[in-house]
T-cell receptor, first 113, second 108 residues
Framework: DAGITQSPRHKVTETGTPVTLRCHQTENHRYMYWYRQDPGHGLRLIHYSYGVKDTDKGEVSDGYSVSRSKTEDFLLTLESATSSQTSVYFC????????????FGEGSRLTVL | KNEVEQSPQNLTAQEGEFITINCSYSVGISALHWLQQHPGGGIVSLFMLSSGKKKHGRLIATINIQEKHSSLHITASHPRDSAVYICASNFGNEKLTFGTGTRLTIIP
């Protein structure tokens, strides 16, 4: 268990409101990722970070921003939530690169009404 | 663009049966991951392999680089093996491409 916690685990919000999901890790892993999981799709990468203040976009980054001011925290922000962002969001970390074992958080279920 | 396909999408078997889940990818990769997602939603890493075969308990993962194919086998399956199994591949960069998963149900 890599000690990855996500918060909140469940959230219901309304269209147009800002939402921030937090991923916290205690393993000092360098790489952190945010994925969304939707029916009929594999996990899709939203954004990732390869160090403090170093982030890059994934394949579905529109409408999302991230920040990483400390090694242990990776925040995902929806500036103005839309119904298409209703999903389950997973944070993942790895010590070095994707060639290493991935560790996942428990997931955050977001519903945008 | 790398695409990852898994088969079957759903698999139901009796307890004790030998299970095989397949994963094919479209371009050369540097590593392939097998993950397990429990009914409660949590995801755990089972294997990461770039060649050959790995074994952990009743689980065996193999990969054929030339054929761009990997298999996950479960011997002596048990109801607690019921889960969604996901394969994912990467090219050597930081981005994984995930399959849509195989839902396995083991009936006692």
């Amino acid at each position: 268990d890599a000690g990855i916690t996500q918060s909140p685990r469940h959230k219901v919000t309304e269209t147009g409101t800002p939402v921030t999901l937090r991923c916290h890790q205690t393993e000092n892993h360098r790489y952190m990722y945010w994925y969304r999981q939707d029916p009929g799709h594999g996990l899709r990468l939203i954004h990732y970070s390869y160090g403090v203040k170093d982030t890059d976009k994934g394949e579905v980054s529109d409408g999302y921003s991230v920040s990483r001011s400390k090694t242990e925290d990776f925040l995902l922000t929806l500036e103005s939530a839309t119904s298409s962002q209703t999903s389950v969001y997973f944070c993942a970390t790895t010590m070095r690169t994707q060639h290493r074992e991935l560790f996942f958080g428990e997931g955050s279920r977001l519903t945008v009404l | 663009k790398n695409e990852v396909e898994q088969s079957p999408q759903n698999l139901t078997a009796q307890e004790g049966e030998f299970i095989t889940i397949n994963c094919s990818y479209s371009v050369g990769i540097s590593a392939l991951h097998w993950l397990q997602q429990h009914p409660g939603g949590g995801i755990v890493s089972l294997f990461m392999l770039s060649s050959g075969k790995k074994k952990h308990g009743r689980l065996i993962a193999t990969i054929n680089i030339q054929e761009k194919h990997s298999s996950l086998h479960i011997t002596a399956s048990h109801p607690r093996d019921s889960a969604v199994y996901i394969c994912a591949s990467n090219f050597g960069n930081e981005k994984l491409t995930f399959g849509t998963g195989t839902r396995l149900t083991i009936i006692p």
